[in-house]
């Protein structure tokens, strides 16, 4: 167990229902800005890393608690290392209509075997930060067999395949690729694939390594014009500068309860939160009129203001 966790309040996917296909930390990349921390096992062996059955077992089980916009495939490294990732798709389908969106850093997309599980995906998020192959290296450092053409490669040929919405992930870090010579070789390229949309982030969680800097907002904004229509912003910094603040515990408590009353340990399990903290956050929401309390039975349930 343990695969599953959410749903959480996700920045471009609504509420999000995470799935975790690979164990920490397996990945074809050693990002610096990984907020998960150093790859232990950097890798592009495709095997069944979880097994398949107990994945699906504990995603029944949370999906009787809760009602996510999507269900994503991610987790503490890379999805697509996962063997099974089709299959996982298929049987997801069979049980829920939900969205289904795989996180990926899309570097194994140059093999066909890996892009055909993905098809019927609704939704693919790779990354491309760079058109620059020193600028690839020092940000991702790869698994010595991979390298930037292939990247490319492979995100062209998902282009022509699938039939989805793609948002292609532009990670930007201080100093290394925001300069606007790089930017322009960036944008011939990501104009070139034509994704659904360009999200531009930046390091907003603890990297793995603490030379990755984040981007000022007034500069996160110049690109998004730089990069025309598709381009969205999908890191805090605007939305601090907005006021709006980050995705907190309290809000994705709000989130949840307002999809169906919980109690407090109900809570606690779907976010994967310890129940004292939630406790604590549920009677100070109830205190300002957000919740409301039921008791049924032996149990209080939490229940969201208008329900
Ligand atoms: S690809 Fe994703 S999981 Fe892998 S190192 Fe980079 S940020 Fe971390």
């Not at 059955?53 to 991610?74: F, G, H, K, W």
């Not at 070789?185 to 994704?195: C, R």
């Amino acid at each position: 167990m343990g695969f599953v966790f959410g749903p959480v309040p996700s920045r471009r996917l609504g509420l999000s229902l995470g799935v975790d296909l690979v164990p920490p930390k397996y990945c074809s990349y050693d990002c610096i800005y990984c907020q998960v921390g150093a790859t232990t096992k950097r890798t592009i062996q495709i095997k069944d890393y979880v097994p398949l059955a107990d994945v699906m077992e504990e995603l029944r089980q949370r999906l009787s608690l809760c009602n996510p916009d999507v269900i994503t495939l991610s987790g503490s490294g890379e999805p697509t290392l996962n063997r099974e990732i089709g299959l996982i798709i298929e049987r997801i389908k069979e049980v829920s209509d939900r969205k289904i969106a795989i996180l990926t850093n899309g570097s194994l997309l140059w093999k066909e075997e890996v892009r055909q599980r993905l098809l019927e995906a609704d939704i693919i998020m790779p990354t491309l930060s760079t058109a620059v192959e020193a600028t690839f290296n020092r940000i991702h450092r790869p698994h010595p067999e991979l390298g930037l053409p292939k990247v490319i490669e492979g995100l062209r040929s998902l282009k022509k395949e699938f039939r989805g919405f793609i948002g292609l992930e532009v990670m930007l870090i201080s100093g290394l690729n925001d300069r606007d010579a790089e930017l322009r070789e960036l944008k011939q390229v990501v104009d070139e694939l034509e994704p659904d949309q360009v999200q531009l982030n930046t390091v907003v969680r603890p990297p793995a390594d603490a030379s990755a800097l984040p981007l000022e907002g007034a500069r996160l904004e110049e690109i998004e014009k730089f990069f025309g229509a598709k381009a969205r912003i999908i890191s805090h910094n605007r939305r601090e500068r907005q006021g709006s603040g980050q995705v907190s515990l309290r809000d994705s408590v709000l989130e949840v309860v307002k999809r169906r009353p919980l109690t407090a340990s109900d809570v606690a399990r779907v976010l994967k939160a310890p129940l004292g903290e939630v406790e604590i956050l549920l009677r100070g929401l109830t205190r300002k009129g957000d919740l409301t309390e039921r008791r049924h039975g032996h149990s209080v349930y939490y229940v969201a203001k208008g329900s």
